[in-house]
């Protein structure tokens, strides 16, 4: 039998990265599986020790390492982290609120881990994009996470555009200072009609899933500037049943008449009637 101090291979089969779920808000929603690995870890990964502190202090934990570990740290902590893996340790890995790795640091310490060898687990809890779907009452079945959207130029306008024919349920995450810029794109994207549900503060004191149009969503934040934290729930393209093939050509000839060239109709034509863009290419080229 091998000595599992000594052997190298036994080593690194006992090496885990774990990934803990934390509360989004409500301190109550910290798991008993959750306590016992960070209570047990060697080392628990966090983007800020003030804060992971008090969320450990809260639990009764004296952690036996803390480390920072943020989006400009990870890169840098990579190295070392498989190093204390390869030494047979066990390292959680926290964000500030929700699963790590999810639109948080974590994502490349598990792609480390992987390539190394090592097993990485995984202490499910809360998010703020499950947690803000299922509230919504939007078609949960299918959905696709965009996470926060580029900021600004021309990546944020490409985004935008592949989203707006999108007909499954979308979710998006947003600062509170820009809640109110991005409903704005989204219309202008999407039209003033379709469904949004703004999810704020979940799990907390002043939790709310309101839902409207874009455009009574944007007349709800315009006066107030929101505070808070959001997860905008946008309802997918309705399903151009209706959309004939003439119809898409009567558009396509507007566009051109305003001289657009067919690359830049075609993509004007598939957002604004919500058709796949291979359906209208098909038909300007034809
Ligand atoms: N990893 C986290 C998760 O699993 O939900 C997400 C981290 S991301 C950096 C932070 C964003 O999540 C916020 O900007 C907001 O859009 C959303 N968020 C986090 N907590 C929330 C809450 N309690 N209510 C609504 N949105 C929340």
């Known amino acids: 039998m091998t000595d599992p101090v000594t052997d190298p291979v036994s080593q690194r089969s006992q090496g885990r990265l774990i990934l803990v779920g934390t509360p989004i808000g409500n301190l109550g929603d910290l798991t008993p599986r959750a306590i016992e690995t960070l209570a ?28 920072v570990v943020n989006d400009h740290t990870e890169e840098a902590a990579v190295a070392d982290i498989v190093a204390r893996l390869g030494r047979g340790e066990r390292v959680a890995v926290v964000s ?31 998010s703020a994009a499950i947690s803000a779907l299922v509230a919504s009452g939007l078609p949960a079945g299918r959905f ?5 959207l580029p900021r600004k130029g021309s ?34 994207a999407c039209g003033p009609d379709r469904r949004v549900v703004l999810a704020r503060e979940l799990t ?58 067919t690359r830049d109709a075609v993509a004007a034509v598939a957002v604004s009637l919500a058709v796949p863009k291979r359906r209208v290419y098909d038909l300007a080229t034809a």
């Open 144 to 148: 696709v996470f965009e996470g926060f």
């Open 155 to 188: 990546g944020r306008t490409a985004r935008l555009a592949t989203l707006a024919p999108e007909r499954r349920t979308v979710v998006l995450y947003e600062a509170p200072h820009r809640v109110a810029r991005t409903l704005a794109d989204l219309l202008v």
């Open 204 to 261: 907390k004191l002043h939790e709310e899933s309101w839902r409207g149009t874009l455009a009574e969503a944007i007349a709800r934040v315009a006066d107030v500037e929101p505070r808070g934290e959001y997860v905008l729930v946008l309802d997918g393209a309705p399903v151009p049943d209706d959309i004939t093939d003439g119809e898409i050509e009567a558009a396509l000839a507007e566009e051109r008449a305003l001289g657009a060239s």
């Open 40 to 67: 047990s870890a060697d080392l628990v990964c966090c983007e800020d020790t003030r804060r992971t502190g008090r969320l450990l202090q809260h639990a009764g934990i004296r952690a036996a390492g803390l480390r």
């Open 96 to 126: 500030d609120a929700g699963m790590p790795g999810f639109s948080d640091p974590g994502e490349r310490l598990v792609v480390a881990a992987v390539a190394a060898g090592f097993v990485v687990e995984v202490v499910p809890g809360p």
